[in-house]
């Protein structure tokens, strides 16, 4: 119960700073992207800010043993830069030049836009069902540990 | 502010506040009582232009750089990425950077990198007005 209503306000929080800075518009975040044309720098501070923040607090926290609703802190232990990291990246990146959205925006986004927002979120969902269904040994893996 | 969500979800949950790991989640097998904090999170995520409306804060609509294909292809290939990928611009861009995550570090720069060269092939060579 206390997790949840901890998810709710983080999420909300988190909301708010998507669509108060511009990031949940693609129209701007593309202009962040096109940096040889009229390119619009201010997402740059809107991230490098959220990195600052989140650099400090996050030592701040992990001074405690634990969580305030969970038992333990879930952080990913995986360290090695494989392809499959590198791919899925290049692939994002492509998704986000395209469409100018990334996941967070895009779901902020849920009571702004019409069809193409929400062809944009189905799309996105149906595409890490596809890849996490993907053999965890995949080709590229392969090609890159030979 | 998301910086302050992002900590806030670390020191209450004990979650990194990827958001496209928190969406993947649900797609999975649940875990018991891993479901209800990502659905919430969600729910908060997309109340935000709502909160800040009734508030009377103005909410631009979002301007989009095509229709229903153009969007649907570019959501294909960000939840394809980021799933493949193990994150996004708020999981690896903040949340990962934030723990000098060489994994992050080099994925934050791989999608900043194509995401650049996306948008210039397509404003700039294929002449797109997107």
């Known amino acids: ?146 | 502010m998301i910086g302050v969500a992002a900590v806030l979800l670390l020191a209450l949950n004990g979650r990194i506040a990827g958001i496209s790991g928190i969406a993947g989640g649900l797609l999975r097998v649940p875990a018991q009582g891993d479901v209800a904090w990502r659905i919430c999170f969600i729910i908060g995520l997309a109340a935000a232009p709502w909160i800040i409306g009734a508030a009377g804060g103005a909410v631009d609509r979002p301007a989009l750089p095509g229709g229903v294909i153009w969007m649907a292809a570019g959501g294909l290939l960000v939840g394809f990425g980021t799933a493949l990928g193990g994150g996004c611009t708020s999981g690896h861009g903040v949340c990962g950077m934030a723990r000098l995550s060489a994994r992050s570090i080099a994925a934050t720069l791989m999608f900043m990198a194509t995401g650049v060269a996306t948008v210039f092939v397509i404003r700039h060579l294929a002449g797109g007005g997107a």
Do not use: E
């Open chain 1, 1 to 146: 119960m206390m997790r949840a209503f901890a998810g709710l306000i983080a999420g909300l929080i988190f909301g708010l700073g998507l669509v108060v800075s511009g990031m949940s518009n693609p129209a701007k975040v593309l202009n962040f992207l096109d940096i040889a044309g009229a390119w619009d720098p201010s997402l740059v501070f809107v991230m490098g800010g959220a990195l600052m923040v989140t650099f400090a607090g996050y030592r701040l926290v992990q001074r405690r043993s634990a969580p305030l609703f969970a038992r333990a802190f879930s952080l990913p232990t995986k360290r090695d830069v494989d392809a499959r990291l590198l791919f899925g990246a290049a692939l994002f990146g492509m998704g986000w030049g395209v469409a100018g959205y990334c996941p967070g925006p895009a779901i902020t986004s849920s009571t702004l836009g019409g069809w193409p927002t929400w062809a944009f979120r189905i799309a996105m969902l149906a595409g890490m069902f596809i890849a996490q269904r993907l053999p965890a040994r995949s080709p590229m893996k392969a090609a890159s540990t030979r």
